[in-house]
C-alpha cells in the first residue's frame, strides 16, 4: 500500500489534531459566511422598528404571524405554484435532452454539453434583456409569427377564406412570461444531473430488455426511467429551490401583476423600510427551501 493510500485509509480517530487542523478553516468559512449572516436576519425577525433607523429585539412572533395573512399567502401559494410548473417543464424538457446527450457519440457529447452551459457564459441580466427583446409585443417571436401569418393568410386570401389580421401575443408583464424566463434560466440545472444520471446506467440492462423482447416504452418506463430517478429528484431539487426564490426574472418579466415572494421580500426591506418582516418573510421562504432538502433526503433514504 503506497503512503497516499495508508493516509486515506487510516482512521481520523488515529490522527484527529491532523483532522481537525483540515476541517477548521471551511468550518470557520461556513461560520463567517453563512451561519453569522443567518443568525443577524434571523434576530431582526423577532423584532419591530422603533424608529426608521433602529431596530429592537423583543422576541415577538408578531412578523410571522404577519405572514400569515391572506395576502402573503396568495402570494406564497402563488410563487410555489410557478415554481413547481417550472420545475415541470424542466423536467418534461430536460429529460429528452439529456437522453439525447448521454446516448449521443463520445464525440459529439462535449459539444452538446458546452450547448448546455453556454447559457452560464452570460450575465443573467443580460439574458433577461434579451428574452424581453424577444417576448415584447414589437419583439422577434410577434415578429416571427407575423410572417408567419402572412405567408398562410395569402394562401386562404386567394382561396377566397378572408382571414383576420394577426394581432401580437401579449406575453410580457404576465405570469406566462415569468414562466418562459424561470424555465430557461433553471433548465441546464435539470440536465446536468439527469445526465449524469443517464451516463451512469448500465447499458447491459436496456440491452437484456430489449433482448427479451420488451419495447421501446415498456424499456423506458421500467428500465431507464427508474435508474434515472436520482437525476430527477437532483434536479427538482436544483430547480425548484431557485426558481422560488426568483426575484429578477418575476421583476423584469412579470411586473407589479405578476410579484413572487422573493419581490415581496426585497420590497420590505428597500421600499417598506420594514427589515423584521422582510427578514420573517425571508425565514419563511428558508424553510420551505429546507422542507424540500428533508423531503429529498428521506426519499434517498427510502431507495437505499
Known sequence: MSAAESFVAESPARRPRLFVALGLPPMAWLAVFFLVPMA???????????????????????????????????ILAKSLAIAAATTLVCVLAGFPT????????????????????????????????????????????????????????APAAALGFAAPPFHPLALMNTDVAVLIGLVYVNLPFMVLPLYAALERMDRGLIEAAQDLGAPAPRVFARVILPLAMPGVASGVILTLIPALGSYLTPDLLGGPSSLMIANVIERQFHAADDWPFGAALSFVLILLTFVALAARGAMQSRRS
Open 40 to 74: 443577524l436576519p434571523s434576530a431582526l425577525s423577532f423584532g419591530q422598528n422603533v424608529t426608521l433607523t433602529r431596530i429592537a429585539v423583543t422576541g415577538s412572533l408578531a412578523n410571522y404571524a404577519h405572514t400569515l395573512q391572506p395576502l402573503y399567502l396568495r
Open 98 to 153: 439529456a437522453l439525447a446527450i448521454a446516448f449521443a457519440p463520445a464525440r459529439r457529447k462535449p459539444w452538446l454539453l458546452a450547448l448546455i452551459m453556454l447559457p452560464f457564459w452570460t450575465n443573467l441580466l443580460v439574458r433577461t434583456f434579451a428574452l424581453m427583446a424577444v417576448l415584447r409585443p414589437e419583439g422577434y417571436l410577434n415578429k416571427g409569427l407575423g410572417v408567419l401569418w402572412r405567408l398562410i393568410r
